[in-house]
């Protein structure tokens, strides 16, 4: 059996630039094995979210091909492929702002199980792990950055994905909130081998993965 649960191979995108061509991924070769942790650094500008979408399937590369346990994920199948496998921590959270947190956070399981109440209380359940349960009831426009920031992980988490990409997911939050994010993330990936791929611009966030990787000039390199 493939181990590889995401792999990209010879990833290249562009977006249109005034009549011109931005060439932002240009060959980007990438996989992970279940259960690994990885880091990905780079400077602004330099394709990480870029990466991450195409590795979450929320974007198609130009060519290239993202596969999952070598295979590709049909066209027809992919909403409900991401919302089972995949929790996406976005750069820019987005939460929906008609309904309250833990509404925002019980959504991906509704959408699955179709129980309200059994997805509200496991959102609750999180909600109280990341310290921010007595903002349940608040809508999005009615909490910090931080918070919301925290809403967003929550809402990655409750499906159980079996990879979560985390786009800078600490970059609103102060040191203790910081930390206690990553020790949830880390915990996840020790008891359920969840796949942990994350974006950061702090060292030693990188530093707590299994491997490192930097977005240099449109490639991955492996930071050893
Ligand atoms: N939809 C888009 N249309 C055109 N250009 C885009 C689009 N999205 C991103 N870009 C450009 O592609 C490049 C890579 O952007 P990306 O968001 O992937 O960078 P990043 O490494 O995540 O940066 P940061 O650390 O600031 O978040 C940037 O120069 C950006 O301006
Ligand atoms: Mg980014």
Avoid at 11 to 34: A, M, R, W
Avoid at 45 to 74: A, Q, R
């Amino acid at each position: 059996m493939n181990k590889k649960i995401i792999e990209a191979r010879n990833i290249v995108k562009t977006y249109p630039e005034n009549g011109s061509v931005l060439e932002v991924l240009n060959g980007v070769d990438f996989s992970i094995e279940k259960g690994q942790t990885v880091a990905v650094i780079g400077e602004s500008g330099s394709g990480k979210s870029t990466f991450m979408h195409l590795l979450g399937f929320l974007d198609k590369p130009d060519s290239g091909e993202i596969l999952f346990y070598g295979d590709k994920v049909k066209e027809k199948k992919l909403a409900e492929f991401r919302n089972k496998h995949i929790g996406f921590v976005f750069q820019f959270h987005y939460l929906l702002n008609d309904f309250t947190a833990v509404e925002n956070v019980a959504m991906p399981m509704f959408i699955k199980t179709k129980d309200w109440k059994d997805s509200l209380s496991k959102a609750e359940n999180i909600l109280d792990k990341m310290d921010i349960l007595k903002r349940k009831n608040h809508y999005p426009n009615q909490l910090s950055g931080g918070e919301q920031q925290r809403v967003a992980i929550a809402r990655a988490m409750i499906n159980n994905p079996d990879i979560i990409l985390a786009d800078e997911p600490t970059g609103n939050l102060d040191e203790k909130h910081s930390d206690e994010i990553m020790k949830l993330f880390l915990d996840l990936n020790q008891e359920s081998a969840q796949t942990l791929i994350i974006v950061t611009h702090n060292h030693n966030i990188a530093d707590l993965m299994n491997k490192k990787y930097e977005m240099k000039s449109g490639k991955l390199v492996e930071i050893l």
